[in-house]
Nanobody, 115 residues
Framework: QVQLVESGGGLAQPGGSLRLSCAAS????????MGWYRQAPGKQRELVAG???????TYADSVKGRFTISRDNAKNTMYLQMNSLKPEDTAVYYC?????????WGQGTQVTVSS
């Protein structure tokens, strides 16, 4: 079973940037779409950004123009570049398969945007 490990979260000021990484224990990016999801306190987990195996990208309206999803198949790693961060971006961020998140969830990485 593939394992997913998220990293790169932390504390950022409004307007700041963070880059998240998702490392997979084996090569899955060529066989399944992948996405970034987030869950804020008291809210349901939601899709932030995803791409299909063909490389087609999709973004939540709330992050369009600010976040960029990318991947490095050779490194079995996916990234989420987050710019112009807002307090409402505060959440635990996870990676998983997209559009159906049917892989075991990792521990996630906490992103806190606050001044």
């Amino acid at each position: 079973q593939v394992q997913l490990v998220e990293s790169g979260g932390g504390l950022a000021q409004p307007g700041g940037s963070l880059r998240l990484s998702c490392a997979a224990s084996r090569n899955i990016f060529s066989i399944t779409g992948m996405g970034w999801y987030r869950q804020a306190p008291g809210k349901q987990r939601e899709l932030v950004a995803g791409f299909t195996t063909g490389g087609r990208r999709t973004y939540a309206d709330s992050v369009k123009g600010r976040f960029t999803i990318s991947r490095d198949n050779a490194k079995n790693t996916m990234y989420l570049q987050m710019n112009s961060l807002k307090p409402e971006d505060t959440a635990v961020y996870y990676c998983n398969a997209y559009p159906i998140f049917d892989l075991p969830w990792g521990q996630g990485t906490q992103v806190t945007v606050s001044s």
